[in-house]
């Protein structure tokens, strides 16, 4: 027995010791990937043509005759490259983890801490969500809201059946320390809230991204995209504001976006957006200025290279600072860092110069190109880009195909089709913005990158970074110059992309700036206000209603005038063509249906 005893301590101590060792030294990740039997849409569209070069499909025939200076833009269409791509959409943060934790310190707030998540997790038991809530374990006070001891935090974060994660959230225990990223998945996936199974490439409209923000720590690090009237912006290192007046000015504009919005535009004024759809395929160009139209896939490589910079990360826009905000590379970098919770001295390697760094380009406006270690040039960025560009919305069935028909034939009957053109009614051009009539500010945020647009430039696709003197640098083709101005703003307005009408069933509220709301209560929820602001989800149908009559089109911005969120960009105006109410029924089964 004594040796027993002797033994099974012996055991235990070299267990505990291994597991303390791992603690102190090991590294690992975790991040929930659903399985074919947990999607809604796992259909993918087939590719039509047997390689992209430059959007354009090509077939084996066409590629193997290109003169070789030509062949560094091709990409092969393949299952492997799918495959990849559907690796990159669920599992793959390109090292945002760092900026999102060691400097924003996500889960070092006061509300969202891993504890609080695990315990909002496990009260799921299992089912799934399309709002995790977590409890607030002690009062806190941000951006003007106080939330209570005990209150209940709708973080929009949405949860499937049977994961132990969120969508979209990746973490990394890194010897000691707990860091939280973002996949694509976070914002283009979503629950269904009556199977609980994932619509990939749904937009999750509830998200509470300037709420979990805000409550971090050092929200300041997203200054570029907020109004500070209050706070002098540095002209040098020796000239940096208060940060604590940074953080309070820059958390009164984060709580004010709306759920299922995001910022996407470093231009420091406030301009959230709704999340948009990822059903892409013949929308071009892309982004909601028609900024991305240059490179594979008619510019879907180069919309995920510069929204991971733009939006994820504003340190990599260090070496623009000056140009863009009058803020020298020091001060700049000082005002995001100031509050930083763990700085680490070794970043992610997921960015290297492009081309014409630091200049930015219709591919990389912040000068830089996205990548992984090991890998080729836009390795996985085009695998992401042509998972991204193959995916449809979950089939519907139609309730009233003559009803469809009908509205098929309203929507050519009252003009709809002048711009909405093609097989996703993309039309697949940028209008200028007083034409849209949508509120001007966020159509003149690129205006800053549009200065100074360098042609666009990437190095051959068959090339590791980093970029060596005489490697081969691919000239890509653009669009016409006046839709490029109009995309970039040239003219210090710009204009809007006329999006597609596809998955419209899974991506209310609508236009650009998502203000065209409208709940299941047609009585009383017109406008956000009275919709996602009170954590009402936005009737698709209804919303669209909205969209075409001009009577409720009226109730949806007085509601939204109300609550002065015409401050941040967000109006529900423009688009002003309307339908008479007979047809209107009919053009909203159509519209859905697609």
Not at 168 to 177: A, C, N, V
Not at 333 to 358: E, I, K, Q, Y
Not at 485 to 499: E, F, H, N, S, T
Request: contains cysteine; negative net charge.
């Amino acid at each position: 027995m004594r040796a027993f005893f002797l033994l099974f301590s012996l055991g235990l101590l070299v267990i505990l010791t291994g597991l303390g060792l791992f603690g102190a030294f090991g590294r690992f990740s975790y991040v929930w990937v659903p399985e074919r039997a947990d999607l809604l849409n796992p259909e993918l569209l087939p590719f039509d043509s047997a390689w992209d070069l430059w959007g354009e499909g090509l077939t084996d025939e066409q590629a193997t005759a290109l003169p070789p200076g030509q062949r560094g833009g091709l990409v092969r269409l393949d299952d492997a490259l799918l495959d990849r791509g559907r690796e990159v959409f669920w599992g793959e943060t390109f090292g945002n983890e760092r900026y999102l934790s060691d400097v924003v310190g996500l889960l070092d707030g006061p509300v969202v801490t891993p504890l609080a998540l695990l315990r909002a997790l496990a009260s799921l038991r299992g089912g799934h969500t399309t709002d995790l809530q977590v409890h607030v374990s002690e009062g806190v006070r941000v951006g003007g809201l106080t939330l209570p001891p005990g209150s209940l935090v709708s973080t929009g974060l949405d949860v499937p059946r049977g994961a132990f994660l969120p969508l979209g959230i990746k973490l990394f225990w890194d010897r000691g320390h707990l860091r939280v990223g973002t996949t694509c998945a976070l914002c283009h996936a979503s629950v269904d809230g009556v199977t609980g199974q994932v619509v990939q490439g749904a937009p999750n409209s509830d998200l509470n991204l300037g709420l979990l923000l805000a409550l971090a720590p050092n929200s300041a690090a997203f200054f570029p995209h907020a109004m500070l009237p209050q706070v002098a912006l540095p002209t040098s290192p020796l000239s940096i504001p208060d940060p604590r007046l940074v953080e309070a000015a820059v958390d009164r504009v984060l709580m004010r976006w709306p759920p299922g919005s995001f910022d996407s535009t470093p231009d420091l004024h406030p301009n959230p957006t709704r999340i948009p759809s990822l059903f892409l395929r013949g929308g071009h160009p892309y982004g909601w200025s028609g900024s991305a139209a240059a490179g594979p896939f008619r510019g879907v490589s180069a919309m995920i290279n510069f929204r991971h910079g733009l939006d994820a990360e504003p340190a990599t826009l260090t070496s623009q600072s000056e140009e863009l905000f009058g803020i020298p590379p020091h001060g700049y970098l000082a005002m995001l860092l100031n509050g930083a919770v763990n700085v680490d001295a070794t970043p992610p390697d997921t960015t290297f110069p492009a081309p014409t760094h630091p200049a930015p380009s219709p591919v990389a406006p912040n000068g830089l190109l996205l990548g992984l270690p090991g890998e080729k040039t836009w390795q996985s960025v085009n695998a992401l880009a042509a998972f991204v560009h193959s995916l449809q919305p979950p089939r519907i069935e139609l309730a009233d195909a003559e009803a469809v028909a009908r509205g098929r034939s309203a929507f050519e009957r009252h003009g709809c089709s002048e711009c909405h053109q093609g097989v996703t009614l993309a039309g697949n051009r940028v209008i200028p913005a007083e034409t849209v009539g949508t509120s001007p500010s966020r159509a003149a945020a690129l205006a800053g990158f549009g200065e100074h647009l360098a042609a666009p430039q990437l190095p051959s696709f068959d090339t590791a970074p980093p970029l060596l003197p005489g490697a081969d640098i691919q000239l890509l083709p653009m669009p016409e110059e006046a839709q490029t101005d109009l995309a970039w703003a040239r003219d210090g307005k710009g204009g809007y992309k006329i999006p597609a009408l596809t998955g419209l069933a899974w991506s209310a509220p609508y236009l650009h700036d998502g203000g065209v709301a409208v709940g299941s209560d047609t009585d009383f929820s017109y406008g956000l206000p009275e919709t996602l602001l009170r954590g009402e989800p936005a009737d698709a149908a209804n919303s669209l209603r909205a969209l075409i009559d001009p009577l409720l089109r009226r109730r949806v911005i007085a509601t939204n005038q109300r609550a002065r969120l015409d401050e941040i960009g967000i109006t529900g105006e423009g688009h002003s063509y309307w339908v008479p109410y007979e047809d209107q029924q009919d053009l909203i089964a159509y519209l859905l249906s697609r």
